[in-house]
């Protein structure tokens, strides 16, 4: 049976100083534990060293982007396994615990994932097969199975099968780097596997606070475009990116009257950025 010491919690930072306490509480009783701090300006540091001083701390100066420093921190590992957890993430020993004694049940599965619950106990149903494939109808699962993704947002890693498919692709620098690994894990056969038992509470974007917070709308707009196209080019086609960014560009612009008559400005900021982002893609190079 595996135990906690068979693996190495990893946290990714960005003004997330508002976290750090509740992710102490749910870290406690890991002795592996690696944060990468994505350039905070919020005091982050500090209060990681006050609160986690049994981490090993990664600081950028600069954000490096979601996918990129978890693969600084990944590239660190020496557990058996990796549990990805974002700092907005509460969890309790016996629920990690839960996703391990899963793990053991199936030692071929390349990620495991909990089930995440949001703040007024609604569970999230952010488990799925690619689309592509088969869409995924009726409730919520009730136990282990098969899925084609999970959420980044906390899942635990096989390391073994891991290094074998690779990590995250930095071309995402947020949003879809998570869709991206998981559709590599399926494209590889390997199991993807949803433990539902394991209940992880996440409070989804509440992450990242900071003296900007119009900006940081503006940004998660931008990246979400950005990325989308990304994946879509990678997965699909050039072809297949350039119809979807003229598509969702033209629905973006429509949407830009009603939210200029009545404006709320997270919703305006984000609005704006996503426009640009799809204004400005570039496809990638793919090999």
Same mark, same amino acid.
């Given at each position: 049976? @595996?135990?906690?010491?068979?693996?190495? !919690?990893?946290?990714?930072?960005?003004?997330?100083?508002h976290?750090?306490?509740? @992710?102490?509480k749910?870290?406690?009783?890991?002795?592996h534990?690696? *944060?990468?701090?994505?350039? $905070?300006s919020?005091?982050?540091?500090?209060?990681i060293?006050?609160?986690?001083?049994?981490?090993?701390?990664?600081?950028?100066?600069?954000?490096?982007?979601?996918?990129?420093?978890?693969?600084?921190?990944?590239?660190?590992?020496?557990t058996?396994?990796?549990?990805? *957890?974002?700092?907005?993430?509460?969890?309790?020993?016996?629920?990690?615990?839960? =996703?391990?004694?899963v793990?053991?049940?199936?030692?071929?599965a390349?990620i495991? !994932?909990?089930?995440?619950?949001?703040?007024?106990g @609604?569970?999230?149903i952010?488990y799925?097969?690619p689309t592509? /494939?088969w869409?995924?109808?009726?409730?919520?699962?009730?136990g282990?199975?098969c899925?084609?993704?999970?959420?980044?947002?906390?899942?635990?890693?096989?390391?073994?099968v891991?290094r074998?498919?690779?990590?995250?692709? &930095?071309?995402?620098? =947020?949003?879809? &780097?998570?869709?991206?690994?998981c559709q590599?894990?399926?494209?590889?056969k390997?199991?993807?596997?949803?433990?539902? &038992?394991?209940?992880?509470?996440?409070?989804s974007?509440? $992450?990242?606070r900071? /003296?900007?917070?119009?900006?940081?709308e503006?940004?998660?707009g931008?990246?979400?475009?950005?990325?989308? @196209?990304?994946? &879509?080019?990678?997965?699909? $086609?050039? !072809?297949?990116?350039?119809?979807?960014?003229?598509? /969702? =560009?033209?629905?973006a612009?429509l949407t =830009?009257i009603p939210?200029?008559l009545?404006?709320?400005?997270?919703?305006l900021?984000?609005?704006?950025g996503?426009?640009i982002?799809?204004?400005q893609?570039q496809?990638?190079?793919f090999?």
């Amino acid at each position: 049976m @595996l135990t906690v010491d068979s693996v190495t !919690a990893i946290s990714v930072t960005h003004n997330s100083k508002h976290c750090i306490d509740a @992710l102490a509480k749910s870290l406690a009783g890991l002795s592996h534990i690696i *944060i990468v701090d994505n350039g $905070s300006s919020d005091g982050c540091l500090q209060k990681i060293a006050d609160a986690l001083p049994q981490a090993h701390l990664i600081q950028s100066e600069r954000n490096l982007g979601f996918g990129a420093a978890n693969n600084r921190a990944l590239d660190l590992v020496q557990t058996p396994y990796a549990l990805l *957890i974002n700092p907005d993430c509460i969890v309790q020993a016996d629920e990690i615990q839960h =996703l391990l004694t899963v793990a053991s049940v199936y030692p071929d599965a390349a990620i495991i !994932a909990p089930q995440l619950v949001r703040s007024g106990g @609604l569970y999230e149903i952010s488990y799925r097969w690619p689309t592509g /494939t088969w869409r995924s109808t009726g409730p919520i699962a009730s136990g282990a199975c098969c899925v084609g993704f999970v959420s980044g947002a906390a899942m635990l890693l096989n390391m073994a099968v891991m290094r074998d498919i690779g990590f995250f692709d &930095e071309r995402f620098f =947020l949003y879809y &780097e998570d869709e991206d690994l998981c559709q590599r894990v399926f494209s590889a056969k390997r199991q993807i596997i949803i433990a539902p &038992e394991a209940r992880f509470a996440h409070l989804s974007r509440g $992450s990242v606070r900071g /003296t900007h917070p119009l900006r940081s709308e503006f940004f998660r707009g931008f990246h979400h475009a950005q990325s989308k @196209l990304i994946f &879509e080019q990678k997965h699909h $086609s050039t !072809a297949s990116a350039n119809k979807l960014r003229w598509r /969702t =560009l033209l629905l973006a612009l429509l949407t =830009l009257i009603p939210r200029l008559l009545l404006p709320q400005p997270k919703y305006l900021a984000r609005l704006f950025g996503r426009i640009i982002g799809l204004s400005q893609f570039q496809p990638r190079q793919f090999y």
